[in-house]
């Protein structure tokens, strides 16, 4: 298999799609370069070169630059998606988000139930979260758990550049509109990737690592910490199952459940803000499901309840490290019945 980054998976992902069905199309801010300027167009592909390379081989009519509204670029997506085609949106940061939930939520989510399966709306609106580049509060925050709420949407959270690649597919074939995440930070990391295509399917976590000690959830790029504290425990006897679940809506609650029926101890980790977060969303499915395999009460670690800090000594103190991982998995194995 190749080695690419994260960024080079979802750019083959999007071309060997387009190219496979006409009717995708890809919208969004800067996607094509320039529209509507004047001299040649750089096709740089959008603030994070995702998109890169799409203008000159498929045209303007299928890689469309908008005007800065995420609620037009997601509005204008659904009328494409119920016209017949399939597009994938862009909002450049999750946390414009707000400004098209109306088209998300009562909108795109609803079409198929609100017309009785008569009409299907195959969207897919790609956008970044995550700390670490010091973009500050309104563009740095993990808000997943928004539209992971919203029923008839699907929320997918790559880890690895094979997943970027593979969940992408299956995002862009599925009929139902699917919200995809995807962390900055992983942009630039690399990792093997299937050639050619090559689909992951929704509803199915990843086992990453087996353990009969702990049960690890991790979500996006959570998962590279989790495994760094892992390797950590394992030098001292603690073996970690560590779980990607991949999409949070499908979830995969029954690989979860099993492993925490194994253990009999969980740790969740997530990115987010703690108040209502997938995190606290799983520990409740397991509280409620599995209590009488718990061996530990269930931790949590997330991110902190506030906004986002711009300086880059407290944005470090924001989200989950290692060290917390680690230190949560030590305290949920010492703890005493």
């Known amino acids: 298999m190749a080695v690419k980054t994260f960024r080079e998976a979802l750019t083959e992902a999007l071309h060997l799609e387009m190219e496979r069905d006409p009717s995708v199309v890809v919208l969004g801010e800067d996607v094509s370069g320039g529209a509507g300027s004047k001299g040649q167009r750089d096709a740089a592909g959008g603030v994070f070169g995702v998109t890169s390379g799409l203008l000159p081989r498929f045209g303007e009519a ?71 580049f010091n973009a500050a509060a309104q563009h740095s925050q993990s808000l997943y758990n928004l539209v992971t709420h919203v029923p008839g949407l699907k929320v997918v959270v790559p880890a690895t550049p094979a997943e970027a690649k593979g969940l992408m597919l299956t995002a862009i074939r599925d009929d139902d509109p699917v919200v995809f995440f995807e962390n900055k930070a992983l942009y630039a990391v690399k990792g093997e990737v299937p050639e050619g295509e090559y689909t992951v399917p929704f509803g199915k976590a990843r086992m990453v690592r087996q353990g009969d000690d702990v049960t690890v959830v991790a ?40 492993s925490v029926e194994k253990t009999g101890r969980l740790v969740v980790v997530d990115e987010s803000h703690p108040r209502c977060s997938v995190a606290r969303d799983i520990a409740g499915i397991v509280a409620e499901k599995a209590f009488s395999s718990l061996r530990a009460p269930v931790r949590c670690v997330t ?35």
């Open 62 to 132: 299928r890689v469309i630059d908008t005007p800065i509204s995420e609620g037009a670029i997601v509005g204008a997506a659904n009328g494409l998606a119920l016209a017949g085609k399939r597009p994938v949106a862009e909002i450049m940061f999750a946390d414009f988000m707000g400004l098209a939930m109306d088209q998300l939520m009562n909108q795109a989510a609803k079409f198929r139930y609100m017309f009785g399966g008569k009409a299907r709306c195959p969207i897919v609106v790609r956008t970044t979260f995550g700390i670490g």
């Open 219 to 258: 979500i996006g790029r959570m998962v590279m910490l989790a495994e760094e504290a892992a390797k950590r425990l394992e030098a001292d006897g603690i073996g970690v199952e560590l779980i990607d679940p991949r999409t949070l809506s499908p979830l995969d609650e029954e690989s979860i459940l099993d």
């Open 303 to 337: 991110g902190q309840h506030t906004p986002i800090p711009f300086a880059r000594e407290l944005e470090a103190l924001f989200g989950p490290t290692p060290d917390l991982i680690e230190a949560a998995v030590r305290d949920v194995v010492g703890y005493a019945v």
